[in-house]
């Protein structure tokens, strides 16, 4: 098992400039989560979703949109990319029923 | 008030010290409290749950005091490895059991 990946790895962007973060688990889980984590901030709940067919704005959620393609697959969609938008990218996973919450290795993006 | 207050350090340590975190949360229905642990530049994994009547894992003792809202983590005979970024979660309840993470406590073990 891959647990959960993440694509790309690293990216920048030019203000303006649109980009989706692909976040994907083979663990058969029902919940998944984009957080972002900045300096001094601690990981914060861009957006959730608690089963495959729905999503849920979580505590900073402008800028962003997501789609949970498929149980497996949920990508974050930045649409015109803004400086403030420079960040480590989390994306994790939640098996039903556990609270354990297992991250993918992140993107580091950077927004000039 | 952040939600989930931790002191970010750093603590500097000498290999075999004994060193606590502490953890303070606002919501006082607060249902479920983690420690994570994250690498420098790597993601943040499960270290332990924590509950209620105090649990230990090895050289590692989580404590919590619903009363007070604090959390705190205790590791002791610390390892080089031990360094590492801790984080003090906890779940605040609501539909999809959303995690609040502290920002981090940043321990290094030296040698």
């Known amino acids: 098992n891959a647990g959960v990946t993440q694509t790309p790895k690293f990216q920048v962007l030019k203000t303006g400039q649109s980009m989706t973060l692909q976040c994907a688990q083979d663990m058969n889980h029902n919940s998944m989560y984009w957080y972002r984590q900045d300096p001094g901030m601690g990981l914060r709940l861009i957006y959730y979703?608690?089963?495959?067919?729905?999503?849920d704005k979580g505590e900073v959620p402008n800028g962003y949109n997501v789609s949970r393609l498929n149980k497996r697959e949920f990508s974050l969609r930045l649409e015109s990319a803004a400086p403030s938008q420079t960040s480590v990218y989390f994306c994790?996973?939640?098996?039903?029923?556990?609270?354990?919450?297992?991250f993918g290795p992140g993107t580091r993006l950077l927004v000039l | 008030r952040k939600e989930v207050e931790q002191d970010p350090g750093p603590f500097n340590v000498p290999e075999g010290a004994t060193v606590a975190f502490n953890c303070t949360y606002s919501?006082?229905?607060?249902?479920?409290f983690f420690w994570y642990r994250q690498d420098c530049r790597k993601e943040p994994k499960l270290l332990m749950s924590?509950?209620?009547s105090g649990n230990e894992d090895g050289r590692f003792t989580a404590q919590l005091n619903r009363a007070s809202q604090y959390i705190s983590l205790l590791i002791r005979d610390s390892k080089l490895s031990d360094s590492a970024t801790y984080l003090c979660v906890v779940n605040m309840g609501g539909s999809a059991r959303q995690l609040t993470f502290g920002s981090g406590t940043q321990l290094t073990v030296l040698p």
């Open positions: 979703s608690a089963s495959e067919g729905t999503t």
């Open positions: 924590v509950y209620s």
């Open positions: 919501n006082s229905a607060s249902q479920s």
């Open positions: 994790a996973s939640q098996k039903q029923g556990s609270e354990t919450q297992y």
